[in-house]
C-alpha cells in the first residue's frame, strides 16, 4: 500500500544541536513538502520538492533546510535547533496535478530543550 | 496570497447531531478544494476533495458544496457518532505544485 513514513516518531534534541527528520514516499509522487503543526497556526508549509535534486522555500523557511537525493526520501534538516522550533512536523506527497490527493506521514514530534 | 478561515474553533455535540463547519477561502484562481480530519497521534487524512465549482463532495456520510460566488466549502454531516471527534481541516491547493493551505482548523467533539 502506498504511503507515507516518517522517522523519527519522537525526538528531543538540544538548543544549538543539529537535527534530521526523514520521510519516505511509495507513492511514486513528484512533489514532496514538510510542515509544521502548532496550536493557534494550523498547519503551514516549510519547505518543498518538485523532485530528486530540487528543494524550494515554503512560507516559513527560516532556520530550516531540506534535501531531496531521491524520488522516494526528502529530509528536513535544523542545524542549529532552537526551543522555538519545537513542534509536530508533518511530511506529504502529492502528484503535482490538478486532481492530486496530498498523502501525509503519521508525524515527527520534535522537542528541543 | 492563499487563505482559508475556519471561524469555529471547537464544536461540541451529541450523538445524532448535525455537524455543520464553517469555512471560506481567498485566492486569485479557482482552487481545488479539500477537507482533511486529524485523529490524535495522526498525520491529516483525506475526507473529500471538490474540484469544480457548483460540485459537491461526499464521503462517509459528510458533503460539502464548492461554491464560488460566497467562495465557501463548508462541511456538514446529518448525524454524528462519537467516532467523528476529530479535528476538521479546510485546505486549497491553487498552485498545484505548492501544496496545500490550510485553515486553523475545528475539533469536533462528540458525547454519547
Known amino acids: 500500500e502506498a504511503a507515507v513514513t516518517q522517522s523519527p516518531r519522537n525526538k528531543v534534541a538540544v538548543t544549538g544541536g543539529k537535527v534530521t527528520l526523514s520521510c519516505n514516499q511509495t507513492?511514486?509522487?513528484?512533489?514532496m513538502y514538510w510542515y509544521r503543526q502548532d496550536t493557534g497556526h494550523g498547519l503551514r508549509l516549510i519547505h518543498y520538492?518538485?523532485?530528486?535534486?530540487?528543494?524550494e522555500k515554503g512560507d516559513i523557511p527560516d532556520g530550516y533546510k531540506a534535501s531531496r537525493p531521491s524520488q522516494e526520501n526528502f529530509s528536513l534538516i535544523l542545524e542549529l535547533a532552537t526551543p522555538s522550533q519545537t513542534s509536530v512536523y508533518f511530511c506529504?506527497?502529492?502528484?503535482?496535478?490538478?486532481?492530486?490527493?496530498?498523502?501525509f506521514g503519521s508525524g515527527t514530534r520534535l522537542l528541543v530543550i | 496570497g492563499d487563505s482559508v478561515t475556519q471561524k469555529q474553533g471547537q464544536v461540541t455535540l451529541s450523538e445524532d447531531d448535525f455537524l455543520f463547519i464553517n469555512c471560506t477561502y481567498s485566492?486569485?484562481?479557482?482552487?481545488?478544494l479539500f477537507w482533511y480530519v486529524q485523529y490524535p497521534g495522526q498525520g491529516p487524512q483525506l475526507l473529500l476533495k471538490?474540484?469544480?465549482?457548483?460540485n459537491k463532495g461526499i464521503s462517509r456520510g459528510f458533503e460539502a458544496t464548492y461554491d464560488k460566488g460566497t467562495t465557501s466549502f463548508h462541511l456538514q454531516k446529518a448525524s454524528v457518532q462519537e467516532s467523528d471527534s476529530a479535528v476538521y481541516f479546510c485546505?486549497?491547493?491553487?498552485?498545484?505544485?505548492?501544496?496545500?493551505?490550510f485553515g486553523l482548523g475545528t475539533r469536533v467533539s462528540v458525547f454519547p
Open positions: 506529504a506527497s502529492g502528484d503535482g496535478t490538478p486532481n492530486s490527493d496530498y498523502t
Open positions: 485566492t486569485t484562481t479557482y482552487p481545488t
Open positions: 507513492n511514486n509522487h513528484n512533489n
Open positions: 471538490v474540484t469544480t465549482a457548483n
Open positions: 520538492s518538485y523532485g530528486a535534486g530540487s528543494t
Open positions: 485546505a486549497l491547493v491553487d498552485n498545484y505544485a505548492q501544496g496545500l493551505t
